[in-house]
């Protein structure tokens, strides 16, 4: 159990006065509650406490002295949340399954490896996708799971399978920081897609050309994203917080013939420059978009401000394609320094629906929000997953760790909030958003990061426990290979299934299946890729992987898993040199590219570390030329990863040692160093 935060004599009596009720009704005897007495104790203690209206430190007391007894060695970590049957029937799943005449999510989640094209099938029946030509056939394994051919004779384009909900229903629910709630409705957002792709056709972009757009989430971003793969070009993905050498790798990877930018950017009372960083990457024109009212910058001559590209008719009839036609293409650091170009195409956001519908449990008509931005997959994902769904997309333009984003939460009201343990993290600390109301959300979904599970509970309590979906996948996925689901008990930091369409196995370092090891994916299924753009896809994702009986092909992913008694997972970070940093996937040859130009250091070695499972936090060790005269500051160091790679990462420590530990072959051994750090 983790440190309980401190209660009033008048909460800690109420705390265990309901869990005397709540043994008394449940008949407790003298002997020692089982676990899932304790269980059964725990909901019981929730309606009290929600009944109550008490602060989040009360469910989070009471989680632990309700638990006290529990015997891990038997079931693994205590759960926070639990469905009943009820609860369960009603979800997405729940009735999915009940027309399957399936017993168990177990069950149902076999069905969907063991019949994989009927589950697709039914998948996109269910979704609703829209196709100018429907396929001949669902799935083709003529070449085999590396190159599987999904809806072969179909024609398509995804935009308009996001566009189902009736017109005047909400699409997206915006507010800037001390703003009104804006309100787009279902068809206000396609009119404004629809104006996107024909101002860019009047430009004179055609099929296939690569668009590249260095946007914050916005209300305006998510018409310009629609907008583009609609047109037929491609949406080239660039986070916004980049800095000038990074956004110009990826332009240049991407040969983009055009950006869509802000002239800054509002954050935490800031502005923060967006344009003039686009415009030191690159001379390729650019469509600027005001963050106020009136745009705040000088423009070259190449350049166009937003209303001056934005033309005035809004009907356009989207370009339909082949299921394999590229629609976004979206970077993903591999450990070679240069980021992996990995493209979606239009079966990718079948992917993100299917997830959102199956695991956080997306309905029609709810509000979903996702602290994120378009240059990482969680904001195409939250777009699809929210559209196709026929749901509100909650977008709040500014940072989400002040009160104004807790306030957003309330009023909106959002249903499914997805967050980065990072942002957790920062809301336990400050406390703020304790006072709002968020009774409203019935899932959480966390992201990006390790989460730690003390956090997890925090963010459980503050919606009077509510489940959360811990979803871990990669952009080459589309989504998650590992999850949760509301049909299970929700343990805090750990999932309890792998994505539906996918299954997974562990193997040990000899390649033989065991409960803690590397995590291995089991192809085919929409959603993965099976191309790049600057690598070769099979050397990446398949060449060396090990062969295990009964399993024709295992896809290597890269993370680390250890599988609990219980039948949980629970997440042990990376297995090569690629870590999360708040939310962010790096690898440790781009840290190291940009630490080792500064002068006096020799050769540095970037590692990922985390106290107690939480999120990873940078520490460098560094090997300098002349140790007697060299002084490396902290400070400079994270002011040359801030201007140069992201000034969203931080170093927490550096030491200074006089040699890398290397294998024989001179790879750095970074598990070595990790467990210097204790």
């Known amino acids: 159990m983790h440190l309980a935060p401190e209660l009033t004599v008048q909460q800690s009596d109420l705390v265990d006065d309901l869990i005397a009720q709540a043994d008394q009704q449940l008949n407790f005897g003298k002997a020692d509650p089982t676990n899932s007495q304790l269980v059964e104790r725990w909901s019981l203690i929730v309606?009290?406490?929600?009944?109550?209206?008490?602060?989040?430190?009360?469910?989070?007391?009471?989680?632990?002295?309700?638990f006290a007894d529990w015997t891990s060695s038997q079931s693994g970590p205590p759960p926070i949340w639990t469905p009943t049957r009820d609860s369960c029937r009603q979800s997405n799943i729940g009735r999915w399954m009940e027309e399957l005449g399936l017993r168990d999510y177990a069950e149902f989640h076999r069905w969907t490896v063991e019949h994989r094209s009927e589950f697709w099938r039914q998948t996109i029946d269910r979704l609703r996708i829209q196709f100018r030509k429907t396929p001949d056939s669902i799935l083709d394994e003529a070449l085999g799971p590396m190159q599987p051919l999904w809806l072969s004779g179909a024609q398509l384009n995804i935009v308009e399978s996001c566009?189902?909900?009736?017109?005047?229903?909400?699409?997206?629910?915006?507010?800037?920081?001390?703003?009104?709630?804006?309100?787009?409705?279902?068809?206000?957002?396609?009119?404004?897609?629809?104006?996107?792709?024909?101002?860019?056709?009047?430009?004179?972009?055609?099929?296939?050309?690569?668009i590249a757009v260095v946007l914050p989430m916005t209300a305006l971003s998510v018409p310009i994203y629609l907008g583009i793969i609609q047109a037929g070009c491609v949406v080239v993905s660039i986070a916004d917080s980049f800095a000038p050498p990074e956004i110009a790798t990826r332009l240049k990877i991407s040969n983009a013939k055009l950006v869509f930018t802000y002239d800054h950017q509002l954050r935490g009372g800031k502005k923060l420059p967006l344009f003039a960083r686009v415009a030191e990457a690159s001379d390729i024109p650019a469509i600027v978009l005001p963050a106020e009212e009136i745009l705040d910058v000088d423009l070259r001559d190449q350049d166009r401000d937003w209303d001056g590209f934005l033309v005035e008719r809004d009907q356009f009839c989207p370009i339909a394609a082949t299921p394999v036609e590229t629609i976004n293409v979206l970077f993903s650091s591999g450990t070679t320094g240069e980021p992996k170009a990995i493209p979606w195409n239009h079966l990718t956001p079948i992917k993100c629906a299917i997830d959102g519908f199956c695991h956080q449990d997306i309905r029609a008509?709810?509000?979903?929000?996702?602290?994120?931005?378009?240059?990482?997959?969680?904001?195409?994902?939250?777009?699809?997953?929210?559209?196709?769904?026929?749901?509100?997309?909650?977008?709040?333009?500014?940072?989400?760790?002040?009160?104004?984003?807790?306030?957003?939460?309330?009023?909106?009201?959002?249903?499914?909030?997805?967050?980065?343990?990072?942002?957790?993290?920062?809301?336990?600390?400050?406390?703020?958003?304790?006072?709002?109301?968020?009774?409203?959300?019935?899932?959480?979904?966390?992201?990006?990061?390790?989460?730690?599970?003390?956090?997890?509970?925090?963010?459980?309590?503050?919606?009077?426990?509510?489940?959360?979906?811990?979803?871990?996948?990669?952009?080459?996925?589309?989504?998650?290979?590992?999850?949760?689901?509301?049909?299970?008990?929700?343990?805090p930091a750990a999932f309890n299934t792998p994505a539906v369409g996918l299954d997974i196995v562990l193997l040990d370092e000899v390649g033989q299946l065991t409960d803690e090891g590397e995590l291995f994916l089991v192809p085919p299924s929409i959603?993965?890729?099976?191309?790049?753009?600057?690598?070769?896809?099979f050397e990446t994702y398949y060449a060396g992987v090990p062969r295990v009986e009964g399993v024709i092909q295992l896809r290597r992913h890269g993370d680390h898993f250890r599988r609990l008694v219980n039948g949980v997972f629970v997440a042990g970070g990376r297995v090569d040199d690629t870590m999360n940093l708040g939310g962010i996937k790096i690898s440790s040859a781009e840290i190291e590219r940009v630490l080792n130009q500064v002068i006096g250091i020799r050769e540095t070695a970037a590692v990922a570390f985390s106290e107690n499972g939480g999120p990873d936090e940078l520490v460098v060790f560094i090997v300098v030329q002349t140790p007697t005269v060299v002084s490396i500051s902290l400070q400079d160091l994270n002011q040359r990863l801030k201007t140069h790679l992201n000034p969203l990462f931080k170093i927490r420590e550096i030491r200074v040692v006089d040699a890398l530990p290397r294998t024989a072959s001179g790879k750095v051994l970074r598990r070595e160093l990790r467990q210097r750090l204790g």
């Not at 959603?527 to 896809?537: E, Q, Y």
């Open 365 to 491: 008509g709810q509000v979903c929000a996702w602290p994120t931005n378009l240059g990482w997959m969680m904001g195409p994902w939250l777009i699809f997953a929210s559209l196709i769904n026929r749901a509100t997309i909650g977008l709040y333009e500014d940072a989400p760790t002040g009160v104004g984003f807790g306030k957003f939460v309330e009023q909106a009201p959002v249903n499914m909030l997805g967050v980065v343990p990072t942002i957790v993290k920062a809301w336990r600390a400050q406390r703020e958003m304790e006072s709002f109301d968020w009774s409203a959300i019935a899932v959480f979904s966390s992201t990006g990061e390790t989460s730690h599970a003390a956090d997890m509970v925090y963010l459980s309590s503050l919606a009077g426990i509510k489940p959360i979906i811990e979803y871990c996948g990669g952009t080459e996925i589309g989504g998650g290979y590992i999850t949760s689901t509301v049909c299970e008990p929700n343990v």
């Open 163 to 210: 566009f189902q909900a009736p017109p005047a229903t909400t699409a997206i629910i915006a507010q800037q920081p001390g703003g009104p709630l804006r309100r787009i409705t279902y068809a206000e957002l396609r009119q404004q897609a629809n104006r996107v792709s024909n101002s860019l056709a009047d430009l004179g972009c055609r099929l296939g050309d690569a």
């Open 47 to 66: 309606i009290g406490l929600r009944q109550q209206q008490v602060p989040p430190a009360v469910f989070q007391v009471a989680w632990q002295r309700s």
């Open 527 to 537: 959603g993965l890729s099976t191309r790049l753009i600057n690598r070769d896809h």
